[in-house]
């Protein structure tokens, strides 16, 4: 155990030391910390502009208003698009070409709340239930699901590559005789994987606090849905059990090789594998009550992003979250078992790749 | 005392080891010669536990080495193994760790080490930073770090200058004199020859010759007869097997399989005998007659 956690912590200490990792950091927290505001600048303006002549209006939300002297000065003013539309004298609106539909139901709408308000008619604003409770951050659950695809995608991809590099590391320049005979293969294998798993979570965290944080000045803060704790806690569980089904089949496959330019070939039935897990993840956040959604986030490996996107996209009944997490456990401990196996029988075959039957035998 | 009985491993077709045997007393340095090929690094893999044998059996005291006697075993594997990128004193640290040495100890001697090898001012230099030599010498601290019970070095001296083959030298016969047994391969022949006190000669997979350095020149060297006379007349050892050369004033006469006393008397009424001895081969002649 303790030398495992010595494993843990040169991988952690070695890491964190290199330029590369704290530069991702750093343009890690820049891209989630900006991404809040891009809904922003894709929405266009949150505000009409209207030019009035003569007495404004009572306030009208989305409506901003604007004095001009005369009615030729508001023309132009419309012509010009200074303003959206122009009204005169609360009697006639002008615009360019046709009025936009939202702007001249509000206007319209002000306009007639405003006469029966003069004539002493009072108005109570319908008060609106809504009946699916859910409803209301669809939207948002959806946004949020598709960061959390791609998200979990890239930290698993990222960090299962850093085990299968470091394994070859020590495989092709031999480290790996001299660690052997001081510890064990799990020791070392484990040691590695807590590790480098140590540095996923990190960036995970950041990704997480920085976005939570960002969401506030954004103005999304209010429409984060209900629950977000337990999304965000079950996407760490998510992570955990993901990228320890990952990373140990990197190792394994890490461990074939002994040159790191056979790296990408030896992992490309992991890389596949990822990247359909990542494919019906995100139309598992685009459809989360379809029935493809509902069976991938119970099996393993797809439920590793499946189901944490699937939670954040809609309500995800408790007793299903339970059964894939128990599935994915099961299946995450049998590829660890196996994956150190070939690891053992693969580490110290130098030289040409090895065959999968070779290292098992 | 750590004993090698009688290893054998094949690949496939080919046999790399056919039954190599031989014995590294405590305080002895072994040195492990042989050609390219002949086996030296499978029987040092093995030793370490990194290869394992088709059969046979390594002992240490007697008893078949375990995974937790080899923790005590200092490695150096023929290709050298480091971290580029981690410093020279916090890798020697690191391993000393994994042998089981406290933070404190492991520092002590990480420092201890690097300065007696002439790298106490590249301590917190990155390792791909350092010259092939240090990193050399590093590779050394990191088998020596954790004060082994057994050392096994394969080609430690290959690619080293003069100074640092001094330095390693003085190591290895320091962790000797400690009463740990030592065994190195090389194929710098005067080198073992100077520096130990048995060697194990391997070939084709197998120990062909092995023991300490002065029997194997007395048993090998009993067959060649050096007389020198000074003055003898041409022709004098007409008659005697082996051959004559003229040295100067001198008559050397090598001969081989002849009646000794016969040739000492030839050579006395002949002129003024200088030497009379067993010619002691040198180990690179052992070595050549015995993997001929």
Redesign the interface.
Known sequence: MN?MW??AR?EIR?RVR?GSFLVSLAITVVIVAVLPFVPKFFDGHDDYDVGVVGTAPAAVAQVKFHQYPDEAAARKAVTGGDVDAALVDDRKVLAEGQLDTRLGLLLENAHREARLRASGVTITPLTVESLAADARYRQVRTGIAMLLVMVLFFLNIYSAMFVAMGVV??KG????????????PWQLLGGKIIGLGVLGLINLGVVIGVGLAASVPAGLAPDLPPGMAGIVAGTVVWFVLGYAFFAAMAAAFGSLVSRQEEVGSVLSPMTMLMTITYLVAYFAAIEPAGSVARILSLIPPFSSMVMPVRSAASVVPFGEVALAVALMLVATVAVLFGGARVYEGAV?R?GARVRLREALG | MLEIDDLRKRYGDTVALDGVGFTVRPGELFGFVGANGAGKTTTM?II????RADSGEVRLSGRPVT?ED??A?G????????????RAAEQVE??G????LTPAAARTAASGLLERLGLADRRDEAVQALSLGNQQRVQLA??LVHDPAVLVLDEPFSGLDPLAVDALAEALKDRAAAGVPVIFSSHQLDLVERLCDSVGIISAGRVVASGPVEELREREGRRLLKVVVRGAPPGWADGLPGRVTQDGERQVLLSEGGDDQEILHAAVRAGRVEHFGWQRPTLTEIFREAVA
């Open positions: 030398a010595l494993v040169r070695t290199t590391e020590e320049s031999r480290i790996v005789e001299i660690l052997l005979t001081s510890l064990r110290l130098t | 893999r370490m536990g990194v290869l995974y080899r923790r075993f490695y150096m594997p023929e290709e050298r193994g480091l971290y580029q990128k981690m690191y391993f760790r994994l042998h089981g990191v088998a």
